[in-house]
């Protein structure tokens, strides 16, 4: 019996060592513009829009698994690579993040206060603010002293948290299942209607669950993991399998409340901050605080994900390429990117620098629309660079691509191409 139990636990444990990367992205990959995209999707076109989600996850599938085998047919980490397609496409890589996430931040610090008000408000004016810097402060503090593996292991459980809220939200929400089906399987495009142009919603929704530059994340979270030789390969696949299959999960069970929530009574979402209220209107005291609890998981998760990706990109990419450093040859050589001098740099520049949001009255409206419709608008340059660094036999020999799976880049490179000509229109004419 003892054996038995033994035996368990080790399986587990092995189950758990395959765990990570996947997880971590997943939830640093669904954050408040999914939420309020795919809200404004459901409460205006119900559940036609769907598909798209499947359509997106799938492109993105295809993106991610080309650049982590890049990385463990060679060895190298995502950035050393793009280094080998363009000498300048490094310093889009440091710049870009550095500018996006930043503008990231200052919505996401007002929303984790907005959100955990909601759910649980404090005997005080200052509610939302207290909660805002608590849970950034937490936050940071994970990332900060804990690094990769204390993000991994936090992760799982906040998966489980996070995917339970959508998923009793869903149901609360009496969804029709027919139309479910149909909105997955029979693909269409619904006319102009809504606060906000089809088109942009379109655009928003593919940029959300397709991404942009930050889909070189979970290469590098594969690199920082220690997966580095083709010995992971199976193991990297089943991980990425999974974490594809929980945003497409997550992302159709927001559509899927608010279509059985909020498209019956014509209630539209306009702000991201009156999500859970409006919920709360239709759902009762249950949704409101299943909605508001999914937020803040959703930017929390948002917040230690994203930053803690995006630094050790940027952090290889300053001791790598803008200033060199002997450092660099202990991050290849096994510790990764989080030991670099500069990695904690960047932590703090994510985390302390957009809080003086604080001091503004700026509002998470529009923007969250153009968030994303941008990362449609980077997509292309993303796809292009990973296309030609993974179908380069020379680095990858056996592990260069295949046809098929050229072809389905250049069909995303393409579709990638033409919402991103759309998205420059609608983000014009919105204005």
């Known amino acids: 019996m003892a054996h038995s139990a033994n035996s368990s636990g080790a399986t587990l444990a092995a189950r758990a060592a395959t765990w990570g990367p996947g997880v971590i992205f997943a939830l640093s990959a669904v954050g408040p513009q999914d939420f309020i995209t795919n809200s404004i999707a459901g409460s205006t076109h119900g559940y036609s829009l769907i598909w798209l989600l499947v359509v997106a996850v799938a492109a993105r599938y295809v993106i991610l698994e080309a650049s982590s085998r890049y990385v463990i047919a060679t060895g190298e980490s995502i950035v050393a690579g793009c280094k080998r397609v363009n000498r300048s496409l490094p310093w889009l890589l440091f710049v870009a993040p550095l500018v996006k996430r930043h503008f990231a931040g200052l919505s996401q610090a007002l929303l984790l206060g907005v959100a955990a008000h909601v759910a649980l408000p404090l005997p005080t004016p200052h509610s939302a603010t207290v909660w805002s810097l608590v849970s950034w402060t937490l936050g940071f503090g994970l990332i900060y002293w804990g690094r990769y593996r204390w993000i991994e292991r936090f992760s799982q459980g906040m998966a489980v948290f996070f995917g339970a809220c959508l998923a009793l939200a869903a149901i609360l929400a009496k969804p029709q299942p027919a139309a479910v089906f149909e909105g997955i399987f029979l693909p269409s495009l619904p006319d102009n209607a809504g606060v906000y142009g089809s088109t942009l919603v379109i655009v928003a929704v593919l940029g959300g669950a397709a991404g942009s530059f930050s889909n070189l994340r979970y290469a590098a979270f594969v690199h920082e993991k220690g997966w580095r030789d083709p010995s992971h390969m199976r193991s990297q696949r089943s991980d990425l399998l999974a974490s594809m299959f929980g945003i497409l999960l997550m992302l159709t069970a927001i559509q899927i409340a608010a279509a059985g929530a909020l498209r019956p009574g014509g209630l539209q979402v306009e702000r991201v901050e009156d999500l859970a209220p409006i919920f709360g209107l239709v759902l009762g005291d249950a ?67 957009p809080l003086y949001v604080f001091f503004t009255d700026w509002k998470p409206v529009w923007l969250v629309l153009v968030n994303s419709a941008v990362g449609v608008i980077m997509l292309p340059a993303m796809i292009m660079a990973v296309l030609r660094l993974t179908a380069d036999k020379r680095l990858l020999g056996d592990y260069a691509n295949g046809p098929a799976t050229n072809a389905a880049l250049g069909i995303t490179l393409a579709a990638a191409l033409y919402l991103a000509g759309q998205g420059v229109f609608e983000l014009f004419a919105a204005r």
Do not use: D, K
Not at 287 to 298: E, K, T, V
Not at 317 to 334: K, L
């Open 287 to 353: 949704g409101r605080i299943l909605l508001a609890a999914g937020l803040w998981s959703a930017v929390f998760n948002n917040h230690v994900g994203a930053t803690a990706g995006y630094s050790l990109m940027l952090a290889e990419t300053y001791h790598r390429f803008i200033r060199p450093s002997s450092a660099i040859g202990e991050q290849e050589t096994g510790r990764g990117a989080a030991y670099l001098p500069s990695y904690r740099w960047f932590l703090a520049y994510f985390c302390l620098g």
